[in-house]
């Protein structure tokens, strides 16, 4: 994703270099140091604390369906080859959560086989290179299950993973309906993150008002989708949250690329990747059992320190850095990133204040180590 930000924002930094030499160096010097990108991508599960005592599996079956489609048609984007899928990041996190909570995780797609993974190095971590490197996480990735052969009556909840190739793939899918409609039967937990509620659209429970009508939730909104992707009315046919509202759901916007959960019964939808962590604790809550404490990575600190600014403002998240510092890190990447997101959507202000909450999360870090 942030590749996309970056070529966005590109011209904007350009003229901002233009304007004062000393600015480009000056946004430079707020970004975190080099990560040792080889060590990271070497992670395997025995490396990661949460991962390293995982129990048996005996808590019982949750189902991941992820998409089958590897490419946007082409006639959408004028010819050219452009590849799509499922976001590994979602199902990773979301597999190392229920599987440190003692549950079975079995990956299923509409077309079964090995289904199109993307994988965006800018939001990678841990987590999702030891699932990248786990020969049974990955034994299931490479051999999903046919919709079509999966028995619904084996799993307790299914998580439908987001990737923009769930918006050709799983609505409309008389496969991902009969799945759908078999846990919403039983009353059995139906979860959703990003793209992934596009699964939702197509179930009917009579001739009526569509299941969705009152259904509180959320999913990647039209204000995330168009930021990055002006075209995507045109390249999906519809925008998710426009058509989720159309079917009668109640719609929670939350603030821009920053986590956004939302429980109604059996019903739990993430509104982006940066839900994930959120939905799979609550999923294993709403199971059962209580989840096992997992320390809190740089990523989700970052986010608590971004949402409390949107809420509470500037003072207010200045405050917190000690606190979050001494908690576990903070990534100064993802605050600048964040900031070029509020540029690309016009929104300086903002811009300003997550660049200056950068410069005061530097000099925390700085006099913490003197």
């Not at 430079?28 to 048996?56: K, S």
């Not at 510092?325 to 990133?337: C, E, I, K, T, Y």
Request: charged content about 20%.
């Amino acid at each position: 994703m942030w590749k996309k930000i970056l070529r966005g924002v590109a011209l904007g930094l350009l003229l901002l270099v233009v304007c004062g030499a000393g600015t480009g160096w000056w946004l430079a010097g707020l970004f975190d140091a080099e990560v040792d990108q080889v060590a990271l991508q070497r992670t395997v599960p025995e490396q990661v604390p949460y991962l390293q005592q995982l129990p048996p599996a005996s808590r019982g079956r949750v189902l991941a369906v992820v998409s089958s489609t590897a490419l946007y048609p082409a006639a959408v984007v004028e010819g050219k080859v452009k590849k799509t899928g499922y976001e590994l990041t979602e199902l990773a996190r979301f597999y190392w959560v229920l599987r440190a909570n003692g549950f079975t995780v079995d990956i299923a797609s509409p077309n079964g086989g090995d289904a199109p993974r993307v994988l965006d190095g800018d939001d990678m971590g841990q987590y999702d290179y030891a699932f990248l490197n786990d020969a049974a996480a990955m034994g299931k990735a490479r051999a999903t299950l046919r919709l079509a052969d999966v028995d619904p009556a084996q799993y307790q909840a299914v998580y439908f993973v987001g990737g923009k190739g769930a918006m050709y793939d799983f609505p409309d899918n008389p496969d991902v309906a009969r799945l759908l409609q078999a846990m919403l039967d039983a009353d059995k937990l139906v979860l959703a993150v990003c793209h992934g509620p596009a699964a939702l659209l197509q179930t009917q429970r009579t001739a009526g008002p569509s299941w969705l009508t009152g259904k509180k939730l959320t999913s990647f909104t039209n204000a995330e989708e168009l930021l990055l992707m002006p075209e995507a009315e045109q390249r999906f046919g519809f925008l998710l949250q426009s058509k989720l509202q159309q079917q009668g759901a109640e719609f929670s916007e939350g603030h821009r690329y920053l986590p956004n959960l939302v429980v109604d019964g059996q019903l739990i939808t993430g509104q982006n990747p940066w839900s994930v962590w959120a939905l799979a604790e609550a999923a294993v809550t709403v199971l059962g059992a209580e989840p096992v404490p997992r320390p809190v990575s740089a990523e989700e600190q970052t986010m608590q320190l971004l949402h409390t600014l949107a809420q509470q403002g500037e003072q207010a998240a200045t405050a917190q850095i000690p606190e979050l510092l001494q908690q576990g890190a903070l990534q100064r990447d993802l605050l600048v990133m964040m900031a070029l997101v509020s540029a690309l959507a016009g929104d300086w202000n903002e811009a300003w204040q997550r660049l200056q909450l950068t410069v005061a999360v530097k000099a925390s870090q700085q006099e913490a180590t003197q």
